[in-house]
């Protein structure tokens, strides 16, 4: 079992809908996750962390974290075909003291 | 403020070289950590550098090396080259350790390696 798991996609959504990512890890004890979005040939960018249980919105973008299903979610909102990328899904465990990333879910986003 | 540098952009090198590569972090982040990332194993956590000491290091071999100066600047070196080196390398700064609270990871636009 990978350490951060995200279906690779794509996930095709139409302009203006919302796209739904999820991420789930297998360290119980995880404290920190994040969200990274990356443009084809471009680096990593944040777009938001979380370290409590619930949501967290800035934005268009909302992510979910449920520690007892150990998994983590981004949500967003009024998708628009600039928010064509891959995702990232990163966590750090609660031992460790490096990000674990995810393999990445493309999505694309269809006017 | 300026973002995380890395230098160079691009580079090309034959089976057997050695490389070094530099990333200047955004000005206050002490922390410096470098990635691997390939299709095929995505990104790849290689070790971590704050106040100038190694805090953490991935499951590499130990042809990859890195540094960290005072200024905060690192370098990563990577000697005897293999076909299988070549992948982007990203560096990230945070203000703190990787694991802190309320410190996160920013990436600069990555070195491409090429090993021919």
């Known amino acids: 079992q990978k350490e951060v798991e995200q279906n690779s996609g794509p996930l095709s959504v139409p302009e203006g809908a919302i796209a739904s990512l999820n991420c789930t890890y297998s360290?119980?004890?995880?404290?920190?996750f994040f969200w990274y979005r990356q443009y084809s040939g471009k680096s990593p960018e944040l777009i938001m962390f979380?370290?409590?249980?619930g949501d967290k919105e800035d934005g268009r973008f909302t992510a979910q974290l449920n520690k007892a299903s150990q998994y983590v979610s981004l949500l967003i909102r009024d998708s628009q075909p600039s928010d064509s990328a891959t995702y990232l899904c990163?966590?750090?465990?609660?031992?460790?003291?490096?990000?674990?990333f995810g393999g990445g879910t493309r999505v694309l986003v269809k006017p | 403020k300026a973002g995380v540098t890395q230098t160079p952009r691009y580079l090309i090198k034959t089976r057997g070289q050695q490389v070094t590569l530099s990333c200047s972090p955004i000005?206050?982040?002490?922390?410096v950590s470098w990635y691997q990332q390939t299709p095929g194993q995505g990104l790849q956590f290689l070790f971590e550098?704050?106040?100038?000491?190694?805090?953490n290091k991935g499951n590499f071999p130990g042809r990859f090396s890195g540094r960290q100066f005072s200024n905060s600047r690192s370098e990563m070196n990577v000697s005897t080259l293999e076909l299988g080196d070549s992948a982007l390398y990203l560096c990230?700064?945070?203000?703190?350790?990787?694991?802190?609270?309320?410190?996160?990871?920013?990436f600069g636009n990555g070195t491409r390696l090429t090993v021919t």
């Open positions: 990230a700064s945070s203000l703190a350790p990787t694991g802190s609270y309320n410190s996160p990871l920013h």
């Open positions: 360290d119980r004890g995880s404290q920190s």
């Open positions: 979380i370290y409590s249980n």
């Open positions: 990163a966590v750090i465990k609660a031992a460790g003291n490096k990000l674990t």
């Open positions: 000005s206050g982040h002490r922390s």
């Open positions: 550098y704050f106040s100038e000491t190694q805090r």
